[in-house]
């Protein structure tokens, strides 16, 4: 039987995945990379591909599927503000 | 002995939970949120929150600590983007 610490996880994996989805969406639409962090995006996107690689190491799909979804979506994201902080004021 | 893929996921809850202070620190000097998506932010704090009550059901120190010091970074942040929504154009 599945355990509420097991469900728990899944409901928190798919939240903190599927939320840089709005973030993406809003970025790409307006462009508007001012309030975000470079820091941050460069910080949080090389964490993420250290848990992708976690998950290839210990053969745990659910990590390594949704880390490699977090990391398009903020590789997105991170895109956009470096583009913006070299090429536009 | 420790093992690559303990240094690899120690590596990574580093980066992914010191990776908020950067964008925390900007978004309380500057208050722009106009490019933070406040679905991102809901989302993402409730997926954290879940990982908080994951890592104290599983009793593992290392997972509430770093969800905990997450949760608050996101928290300011969303707490700023609700304001600014709320109460200014």
Same mark, same amino acid.
């Given at each position: 039987? +599945?355990?509420?610490?097991? @469900? @728990?996880?899944? !409901?928190?994996?798919?939240? =903190? =995945?599927?939320?840089f %989805? ?5 970025? +790409?639409? /307006?462009?508007? /990379? ?11 996107? @090389?964490? !993420?591909?250290?848990? %992708?690689?976690?998950?290839? %190491? +210990? ?12 990391? !398009?979506l903020?590789? @997105?994201? $991170? ?5 913006? /902080? $070299?090429?536009?004021?």
């Amino acid at each position: 039987m +599945i355990e509420t610490h097991e @469900i @728990i996880s899944y !409901v928190a994996a798919t939240c =903190t =995945t599927a939320s840089f %989805l709005p973030q993406a969406i809003l970025t +790409i639409k /307006t462009k508007d /990379t001012d309030g975000l962090s470079l820091g941050m995006y460069s910080l949080f996107s @090389i964490g !993420v591909l250290c848990w %992708l690689i976690y998950g290839i %190491l +210990i053969e745990d799909e659910a990590i390594y599927i949704a880390n490699a979804i977090t990391l !398009v979506l903020a590789g @997105i994201i $991170l895109s956009y503000k470096i583009y913006n /902080t $070299l090429f536009r004021k």
